[in-house]
């Protein structure tokens, strides 16, 4: 097992953000019903709500179209992003109800035990430190409060990652600093026993991991009464 590389920062590029919001907007809907159908098995159908990493807003604009009852905040590292994301937002015509900011995963801007539901798609890899955000995730949420987290892991099958990779080079490969953005995510993703070791020292609890090909997903499980 290759030694984790950490993936380059936060996006910067104007241009290289454009492309992949055009990308998102394109190719985001799948992706977006599979994070759905995990939030409404949670039982989550309104209240307050984070997305962490939001990147152009992708998530909580479809969440907030297909479950009106929730209220999002979105969050990322990248001030070009965040701008984006208003943006998209006001296009569907939802700027009064999603706010993004700039913002960090190792203290999100909500309140003590504040949430209903904390979203994080694809974020994790990019943090160093896992455990902080893990701890973060638990102070913020309500009790009874939802989680859905779902990331790379660098231990999946070489024939999953090389697939997936095929598969990425064909939709986004045509902007050359987004070409290796997968087999980069996948390096600086952690393995299922590092993100375990990571959830069982961290204060959060009632959790479920699990993987799909190369996906690990971490969500919110209710606890024994």
Request: proline share 4%; net charge positive; with cysteine.
């Amino acid at each position: 097992m290759k030694e984790r590389v950490t993936e380059p920062g936060i996006i910067e590029d104007q241009e290289l953000a454009e492309y992949y919001n055009r990308m998102a907007k394109r190719y985001g809907r799948f992706p977006c019903q599979r994070v759905l159908k995990r939030v409404l098995a949670r039982g989550i159908e309104k209240g307050k709500a984070i997305d962490v990493g939001t990147g152009p807003g992708t998530f909580p604009i479809f969440l907030s179209k297909t479950i009106p009852g929730i209220r999002f905040k979105g969050i990322d590292l990248s001030p070009v992003m965040v701008e984006i994301a208003r943006r998209n937002a006001k296009e569907e015509g939802l700027a009064d109800k999603i706010e993004f900011e700039v913002g960090s995963a190792y203290s999100l801007p909500v309140e003590d035990h504040s949430l209903d539901l904390v979203l994080c798609i694809t974020t994790v890899h990019h943090l160093d430190r896992p455990i902080d955000f893990f701890n973060e995730v638990a102070r913020s949420l309500k009790e009874g409060g939802a989680f859905v987290i779902v990331d790379f892991h660098r231990d999946a099958s070489f024939v999953f990652i090389g697939i997936f990779n095929l598969i990425w080079k064909a939709f986004f490969g045509k902007h050359p600093k987004a070409r290796k953005g997968f087999i980069e995510s996948i390096q600086s993703s952690y393995t299922i026993k590092e993100c375990r070791d990571f959830l069982e020292r961290s204060r959060l609890e009632h959790w479920r991991l699990y993987t799909r090909t190369v996906e690990m997903w971490i969500e919110s499980v209710k606890a024994a009464s």
